[in-house]
T-cell receptor, first 111, second 112 residues
Framework: EDQVTQSPEALRLQEGESSSLNCSYTVSGLRGLFWYRQDPGKGPEFLFT???AGEEKEKERLKATLTKKESFLHITAPKPEDSATYLCAVQGPLTGNQFYFGTGTSLTVIP | DAEITQSPRHKITETGRQVTLACHQT?????MFWYRQDLGHGLRLIHY???????NKGEVSDGYSVSRSNTEDLPLTLESAASSQTSVYFC???????????FGPGTRLTVL
């Protein structure tokens, strides 16, 4: 069975303190890895899609990278407004065209 | 701007009642999805549709049904609500199979 594991479950950072969130997966033949941001009481908001090992995507203070076994979401000099839950999802042959989601990392950035 | 909406945003019902949650998208996307989100679990797929008159079961489909009569709407019906179906429900849509999915704001359902 395909598995997606996100770590840590929760992360508290001081404003400006850079860090990384991890999404490890065991799906073989990955077709896509997706990162979403979810604010409390809202639906997930799309951030990035990565398709192949070595690929990187950037948006403001966020950079997503992909290897054959995991993806990292790097947050550089975070601000309080970056506080949210970050979800990753994978898509592979066993998932068909469907997404298989991790349980997320809850990020809190303290001013 | 194109969007995806869900209604109601909050619903309280009793065990055994039939409940329908609405999902409407103006993206003109062929594909629509229903997920539930519970603490300790990732988003789990309930049902999905690749087009009008097409519906498919997802990972946790027992006790739920959907129908697709037009491109814009995919209502989710709980035939006989159970306390285990207390959850937050999200609808999503995508332009093509495997494409990025865009999510609605969610419906919080409580079954008493």
């Amino acid at each position: 069975e395909d598995q997606v594991t996100q770590s840590p479950e929760a992360l508290r950072l001081q404003e400006g303190e850079s860090s990384s969130l991890n999404c490890s997966y065991t799906v073989s033949g990955l077709r896509g890895l997706f990162w979403y941001r979810q604010d409390p009481g809202k639906g997930p908001e799309f951030l990035f899609t990565l398709y192949s090992a070595g690929e990187e995507k950037e948006k403001e203070r966020l950079k997503a990278t992909l290897t054959k076994k995991e993806s990292f979401l790097h947050i550089t000099a975070p601000k309080p407004e970056d506080s949210a839950t970050y979800l990753c999802a994978v898509q592979g042959p066993l998932t068909g065209n469907q997404f298989y989601f991790g349980t997320g990392t809850s990020l809190t950035v303290i001013p | 701007d194109a969007e995806i909406t869900q209604s109601p945003r909050h619903k309280i019902t009793e065990t055994g009642r039939q409940v329908t949650l609405a999902c409407h998208q103006t993206w003109n996307h062929n594909n629509m999805f229903w997920y539930r989100q519970d603490l300790g679990h990732g988003l789990r797929l309930i049902h999905y549709s690749y087009g009008v008159q097409d519906t498919n079961k997802g990972e946790v489909s027992d006790g739920y049904s959907v129908s697709r009569s037009n491109t814009e709407d995919l209502p989710l019906t709980l035939e006989s609500a159970a306390s285990s179906q207390t959850s937050v429900y999200f609808c999503a849509s995508s332009a093509a199979r495997g494409d990025t999915q865009y999510f609605g704001p969610g419906t919080r359902l409580t079954v008493l």
